[in-house]
């Protein structure tokens, strides 16, 4: 098997994760509507920081789920490569 065709790609999986971290966001902004005092917002105001319910606190929360989510991908798909490498050494 070629070893570059195993290798996860930085860039595509932080992407990937960063985008999929926004479409939660949105589902959980949309199920804090539907219920309102569901509590959920306890995790909002611990992980984003300048969360709020405004416009502006909504979408700093949205850029910031990107950005965790682009962080993690750019910082796992290495270490994943690394040790899918070794193990088939």
Not at 22 to 40: K, M
Not at 42 to 58: H, Y
């Amino acid at each position: 098997m070629d070893k570059s065709k195993c290798l996860l790609r930085p860039i595509q999986l932080g992407l990937s994760l960063g985008s999929f971290l926004v479409v939660g966001y949105v589902g959980c902004l949309l199920l804090a509507i539907i219920v309102p005092d569901g509590g959920l917002h306890r995790p909002w105001l611990q992980f984003f920081v300048g969360f709020a319910w405004t416009p502006i606190g909504i979408a700093i929360g949205a850029v910031e789920s990107f950005l965790y989510g682009l962080i993690s991908g750019i910082i796992f798909a290495p270490i994943a490569n690394f040790f899918g490498i070794v193990s088939e050494a």
